[in-house]
């Protein structure tokens, strides 16, 4: 199964944090929608999963599989949920995707990207610039660099420009 890491990024490559002041770009939902239909799913942290349903999810992805990694929770009401990266991977596997799509949020991001899970990472960079911040983090214990290919780069509109890239699995 492939895997593919779907995140909005600032330009300064902070993980995007939205709210009031900065609202998420109508460009990058309209991404995300899209690729979640290409999908048939998505992964998604419970915390993160629930600032999506305040917005309206399940709704346009009602009939997709979502799987929410929680270590807390048990059961959330239309979604399937799971404790772990590789648990939530099985369980798509199971219902036949080809695609698993892992959309957020940043504990649930560095979980499947430490444990060397990830085939395909897709950066959204807003046009903004964000002096707090999540990041990105291959590893907390030790310095080492994850090599990738850039597969595409294409601007979404509205100031946001998305990188595709592979990642190279074999090397670590």
Not at 136 to 142: E, G, M, Q, S, V
Not at 158 to 171: K, M, S
């Amino acid at each position: 199964m492939k895997t593919i890491l779907w995140a909005t990024l600032t330009a300064n490559g902070n993980y995007a944090q939205s709210g009031p002041e900065n609202p998420p770009k109508k460009e990058a939902l309209d991404d995300f929608a899209a690729h979640v239909k290409a999908a048939g799913n998505f992964i998604a942290g419970r915390r993160t999963f629930e600032g999506m349903r305040g917005n309206g999810v399940p709704g346009p992805f009602a009939d997709m599989d979502i799987v929410v990694v929680s270590k807390s929770v048990t059961e959330i009401q239309g979604v399937t949920v799971v404790r772990s990266p590789q648990e939530a991977l099985r369980y798509l596997k199971q219902k036949g995707h080809q695609t698993a799509l892992v959309s957020g949020g940043a504990d649930v991001h560095n979980s499947f990207l430490g444990q060397g899970l990830v085939d395909e990472v897709i950066f959204n960079v807003a046009p903004v610039l964000e002096g707090k911040g999540l990041n990105l983090l291959i590893d907390t214990d030790n310095y080492r660099y994850q090599h990738v290919q850039l597969l595409d780069c294409n601007p979404l509109g509205g100031g946001v420009v998305q990188l595709r890239y592979a990642i190279d699995r074999t090397v670590s």
